[in-house]
Structures are given as structure tokens and as C-alpha cells.
């Protein structure tokens, strides 16, 4: 069946961008402060390590806001669940990919003004180019860079979607549940697998894997971003849609 | 041209919203879905609209399953109690938005007709009160020009001059461009000239879908003392009567034959009447 795809992604586009500005906005004014640190205040040696850790973070509280009221408007709107979500999960990736493409352009001038008395990096040469953080990227670096910031942001952006929709369809003592279980889980199976010889290998071993390449790492995290909007989907597909308010 | 609803079941849990209804509504016509608190209307016309799943059975429109198909979908508009724009939409947005959504709103008539209610574009819809939320939601409808239109309990919260506002734009938007509506709504003296067709519907069940004046022709109230009465509607279906002193009321079910004894009074039963007896009558069942 075909998909009603444009009026969704024009309103879902709209409501990301002026979600991303005042966030890119801080941004800029944080790299503005830093100038000012490091040349009118004398302050010596800054750097900016956090814009695509920062963006995850932008993202991943995205994912938890925006994709219910995108579900029920479009129930309003005459568009169906499938439509929304793929709507809205189209909107989202281009809203990472353009987060990420601003920020490489706004490091990459910033490191041109800066010279060697501030250090800007992003996950990309934190992880794969840690002896050469002052240096300028190359044109594939770049490139690789704003790949690697867009795979995350989408990864935490699906997290995100996962638990708004999974506390959504949950019901009350089910959500207590979820809510004691997931951070048990997490405590529970790191400790777990580094008491256990053989798994504690097996996960260096997928570190290692990810370490070694860029590539790999965002073959993984868009693995599991696909997973998480699989579950996602299941979950809304057969959602009663109805009204968080009366009015 | 019809929303054909095929044995469409639904369960919450214990609960049976909906049991095997079945209906079809056609093109260009006004339709009236009455029934008392809990009966399934809601439940039916979110069903209609794919808000909510049914357990079983399906709603064609124009032919088409309705079910995640944004085709079908785009021909129909709910006018819901409930509101499911974001909190922080403005009227004005969410116009815009609407407009971007349904190619043919009427941008102009809406703004006009907000105008007409008194309706500020520039407020949120989550600050606007219980009347106001509704009149938008109205004006939405009255504005997207579906070829379905789904009203429930359209007139929530509004005064009798916006009641009676609505009424009368309903009617002319209705004349000017024909299209189906169901009105579902529990001021039935209200609507009562305006629906050409009664559904009638109970604990899930549909009790009624005819034609109103067929509806009407087949009932009648007679009245007077309680003995002439009694005798006059003996052997005849009572779906309910009342007794003040010795005068009595009685809604007959059927075309009143024979002649009139004298001192009795015979009318017409109007839909809301013809409703609480029937309610009444399945009461005592």
C-alpha cells in the first residue's frame, strides 16, 4: 500500500529542526566561550571534546518526546501507524545526518581559527585517531566522522523511541518492572561477563573489532538502531491511539 | 461509495465492546449513532478510523481495508471528545498543519468560521477551554472536506448559540458539498431533523439501522385515562408507558389501526422519545 509519506516528513522535519537549532545554538555559544577563554582571557590550551556525545544525548531525549505526538497526530491526520513511524524515523535520520554535518563545518572552522591553542575532537578521533587530536582531518576523515556522529545520534535516537513506546504499551506494574529490570540488567551483565573467562574474551574480541575500524562501529551501532526501531514498530503497530489530555 | 464495517468484534479484556457488528454507510447521507453510555459508539468510530484495532473483523472503505492504509484513511475525518494534537500546537499551527495533511481544507473557511465563533488563533489548544477545544476540533471538520465525516459528541461543552451555530454550518456545509456524516451524540432532540438514517446501538449490539422516518412511522404515543389506554393497547408491543393520576402515556410500537376510542390522544413518537423507550424497553429484558 503506498505510503503518505511527504506530509509526514515536512511536519516531522520542521518540528526536529526547531528542536536541533536552540541545541546547535548552545553549541556555537560554548565554542564562543572557549575563544574567548583561550585568547582575550589568555587562558591558554581548551579543547571541545563532546559535540557528538552531546548530539546522542539531544537525540536520544528526541526519541523519548517526539514519536508519540507524531503517532497521534497523524491518527488525527489520516495517516496510519506504519506511515508515522517510518515518517517519523525518516525525519529523524536526516535530522542526525544535518546535526552532525554542522557540527564537523563548525569544528572544522573553529580548528582553522584556533591553530594548536584549542583542541576540538569528536568521537570519530577520540576513537580512531587518538595520537593525532590536533591534527586537521582529511577530506575521508571528515567524511567518516560525520558518518560515525550520525550512526550514534540514530542509535541513541531509537533507545530513546524504544523506551517511550515500551512504557507506553507497558501497564502500570509492568512499567515498575521494566523500570527495577533495566538498570539491574545493565549493572548485572557487564559484572557478569567480566566474572565469566570465556564471555569476558568474546566481548574484548567485539571491542577489538570495533576499535579497529570506524566502519565497524557504525555497521554495529546502526545494527542496533535497525533492532530497536524493529521493536519499536512491533510495538505501536497495533497501539490504541488515544489522548494524553481531556481537551 | 460506502464505509462497509464487517463483523467487527472488539475486547478489552472481560469487556465486549463490540460484538459482531455489522453496518454499511453510504454516500451522502446523514447518519445518526445513538446509544447510551458504554454502548460502542466510540469505540466503533475509532475502529472506523484505525485508532484502534478491532479483534476481529474488518471496515472497508470505498472497498478498501482500512487498516494501515493511508488511502482509505485520508477519506475519512473523526471529530473525537478527545484531542490528539500536540501540547504545545497553536490553533493556527495546527490549521497549517491540516492543511498540509488534507489537500482539500478549506484554510479561508476556517478562518472564517473561527472568526464566527470567536475562536483566537494565536491560543494553544491545550489552554483552550473545554467549549473552545471543541468548537476547533469542529471547525477542522467542517473545513477538510473528506468524503467521510465522523462527529462524536461533536457539541461537548459549547452554549446553546454555538450549538445552534454549528448546527446551521453543518447543514450548509452539507448542502454545498455533499458527504456521509455520522453524528454520534446524546442530545438526540437536537440532531433529530438533521440525520436521515438511526443506528441504534447497545452493549456492542446494533439494536437499529433504518431509515429515521421509517424509524418514526413505526412507533406512536397514545394518551389518556389509564383504562382506555390499557384496552386500546392491548395485544400491541409497549416499549413503555407512564402513569400520572389516571391519565397514561403509552409508546406503542407499530401504525396505530382501527379507530381512536374516544378521549385518547394519538402522536407521532419523536427519535428522542423512540430512544428512551426503546432503552427502557431493553432494560426490562
Known amino acids: ?247 | 461509495m460506502s464505509i462497509e464495517i464487517r463483523n467487527v468484534t472488539k475486547q478489552f479484556g472481560d469487556t465486549l465492546a463490540l460484538d459482531h457488528v455489522s453496518l454499511t454507510l453510504e454516500e451522502n447521507k446523514i447518519y445518526g449513532l445513538l446509544g447510551n453510555n458504554g454502548a460502542g459508539k466510540s469505540t466503533l468510530l475509532s475502529i472506523i478510523t484505525d485508532r484502534q484495532k478491532a479483534t476481529e473483523g474488518c471496515v472497508l472503505v470505498d472497498g478498501e481495508n482500512v487498516s494501515g492504509n493511508d488511502a482509505a484513511l485520508g477519506k475519512l475525518f473523526l471529530v473525537g471528545e478527545q484531542n490528539l494534537f500536540p501540547d504545545d500546537m497553536k490553533v493556527k499551527r495546527a490549521f497549517d498543519t491540516a492543511q498540509m495533511f488534507y489537500p482539500n481544507f478549506d484554510r479561508a473557511y476556517a478562518e472564517a468560521t473561527a472568526e464566527k465563533f470567536g475562536l483566537n488563533l494565536k491560543k494553544k489548544i491545550t489552554a483552550l477551554s473545554t467549549g473552545y477545544a471543541s468548537i476547533f476540533r469542529l471547525i477542522l471538520g467542517l473545513s477538510v472536506n473528506t468524503p467521510y465525516l465522523f462527529f462524536d459528541e461533536p457539541v461537548l461543552g459549547l452554549d446553546a448559540q454555538h450549538r445552534d451555530l454549528f448546527y446551521r454550518l453543518l447543514v450548509e456545509k452539507y448542502a454545498e458539498n455533499p458527504c456521509t456524516i455520522v453524528i454520534s451524540t446524546h442530545l438526540i432532540a437536537e440532531v433529530a431533523n438533521l440525520i436521515e438514517h438511526t443506528i441504534i446501538i447497545r452493549t456492542g449490539r446494533i439494536l437499529k439501522n433504518l431509515p429515521t422516518e421509517e424509524l418514526m412511522a413505526d412507533a406512536f404515543t397514545v394518551s389518556g385515562p389509564a383504562a382506555t389506554v390499557d384496552a386500546f393497547t392491548s395485544g400491541r408491543h409497549i416499549l413503555t408507558s407512564s402513569t400520572l393520576g389516571g391519565l397514561k402515556t403509552a409508546c406503542v410500537q407499530g401504525v396505530p389501526e382501527g379507530e381512536l376510542p374516544v378521549g385518547l390522544e394519538l402522536s407521532k413518537i419523536n427519535l428522542q422519545d423512540y430512544f428512551i423507550s426503546m432503552m427502557e424497553e431493553e432494560d426490562q429484558k
Not at chain 1, 520542521?14 to 537549532?21: A, C, N
Not at chain 1, 584556533?114 to 575532537?121: D, E, P, Q, T, Y
Not at chain 1, 513506546?165 to 540488567?185: E, Y
Request: charged fraction near 10%.
Open chain 1, 1 to 247: 500500500m503506498k505510503m503518505n509519506l511527504k506530509p509526514v516528513f515536512r511536519y516531522e522535519m520542521r518540528d526536529y529542526l526547531m528542536g536541533s537549532w536552540p541545541f546547535f545554538a548552545v553549541i556555537v555559544a560554548i565554542v564562543i566561550a572557549s575563544f574567548a577563554g583561550a585568547f582575550l582571557f589568555n587562558g591558554g590550551e581548551v579543547s571541545f571534546m563532546g559535540y557528538g556525545m552531546a548530539a546522542c544525548i539531544c537525540l536520544f531525549v528526541f526519541g523519548v518526546v517526539e514519536p508519540r505526538p507524531a503517532l497521534r497526530l497523524c491518527a488525527q491526520m489520516g495517516v496510519s501507524r506504519r506511515t508515522a513511524f517510518v515518517g517519523n524515523l525518516i525525519s529523524a535520520v536526516a535530522d542526525c545526518a544535518i546535526l552532525a554535518l554542522a557540527g564537523e563545518i563548525l569544528f572544522t572552522i573553529a580548528k582553522v581559527f584556533a591553530g594548536s591553542r584549542m583542541a576540538f575532537s569528536d568521537i570519530y578521533q577520540l576513537f580512531y585517531q587518538n595520537e593525532h587530536l590536533m591534527e586537521q582531518l582529511s577530506i575521508g576523515g571528515h567524511v567518516l566522522s560525520i558518518l560515525l556522529n550520525t550512526a550514534c545520534m540514530l542509535a541513541a535516537y531509537c533507545l530513546g523511541m524504544f523506551f517511550t513506546f515500551l512504557f507506553w504499551r507497558l501497564s502500570k506494574v509492568w512499567c515498575v518492572v521494566a523500570a527495577v529490570a533495566i538498570p539491574l540488567t545493565l549493572n548485572i551483565v557487564p559484572a557478569a561477563v567480566y566474572r565469566c573467562v570465556p564471555l569476558a574474551r568474546a566481548a574484548r574480541a567485539f571491542i577489538d573489532l570495533l576499535a579497529s575500524s570506524a566502519w565497524n562501529l557504525m555497521g554495529f551501532l546502526v545494527i542496533v538502531a535497525a533492532v530497536f526501531a524493529v521493536i519499536s514498530y512491533l510495538l505501536v503497530r497495533k497501539a490504541n491511539i488515544k489522548a494524553p489530555t481531556s481537551k
